[in-house]
């Protein structure tokens, strides 16, 4: 099948039944299953200060018991596009956020500045150093006052909901074929009427640190013929996602 039958349930049901977009947000509206597996509508371009892809980051760690003793859950979501990476941990140290920013590097390429509360890991010597080394500018959310990591609350609570949906069968897999697949689920399925691209296709296409050939100059390159009609661009990160999936495998098990 074609990636855009996946793309949204709205869009799901005018593709396959021929439906208005009205009768389609209507019957997803007042249907109990739909509102319950609805993909989460993310923080994705809700940005009033119009910055581009990888100029603000959020990172955060939460806990998700079934992962076991890997259930410290390292999140980072890009504020310009809503895509997420997480990572699977031992801890909540600092050097387990920095094992999981060195993966988010590689994924979505170096942010500018990075936001954070204020816990021990982020606060130490070893973090700010490492941010230091990557030119990262580390930017501390204001004590007590969760609202100012708002985007990344919510991340952690849509990647439960996501995780929590899983079929049973998967649920017997290692954490990192659960994340890598839940966080498909979020980056290249999550879109609607209002938003016809997912957050990652928002991601690269706003990403400025690429160069006019579709090269990143980073350590993450994005799919080619971006700029294409929607069919040739899906079926670009179609074939990117596959080349993700394995890598992230690769990668968090080289940890």
Avoid at 120 to 125: I, L, M
Avoid at 128 to 139: A, D, T, Y
């Amino acid at each position: 099948m074609r990636p855009w039958k996946y793309l949204g349930l709205e869009i799901g049901l005018v593709r396959h039944f021929n439906l208005s977009r009205d009768q389609a947000k209507a019957i997803v509206a007042t249907c109990p299953n739909c509102q319950q597996h609805a993909l989460p509508t993310l923080s994705a371009r809700v940005n009033p200060q119009g910055l581009n892809s990888c100029e603000v980051w959020q990172t955060d760690a939460t806990h998700f018991s079934q992962f076991g003793r890997q259930k410290y859950v390292h999140i980072s979501v890009d504020t310009f596009s809503g895509t997420v990476y997480a990572s699977a941990h031992t801890g909540e140290k600092s050097g387990d956020a920095i094992k999981h920013l060195i993966q988010a590097f590689f994924f979505l390429g170096i942010p500018k500045s990075l936001k954070t509360d204020n816990g021990p890991a982020y606060k130490s010597k070893e973090f700010r150093s490492f941010l230091q080394q990557w030119g990262v500018e580390h930017k501390k959310g204001i004590p007590h006052s969760p609202t100012g990591q708002a985007i990344i609350e919510r991340t952690h609570k849509d990647l439960k909901r996501v995780l929590c949906q899983q079929q049973q069968v998967l649920k017997v897999e290692p954490p990192s074929i659960r994340l890598a697949k839940a966080l498909f689920t979020i980056n290249f399925l999550n879109c609607s009427f209002e938003v016809l691209n997912p957050p990652i296709v928002s991601h690269f296409a706003g990403n400025k640190t690429t160069g006019s050939k579709g090269k990143a100059k980073g350590p993450c390159k994005r799919p080619r013929n971006f700029e294409n009609e929607r069919s040739s661009q899906f079926s670009d990160v179609g074939a990117w996602v596959r080349l993700c999936l394995h890598s992230h495998r690769t990668l968090v098990d080289s940890f």
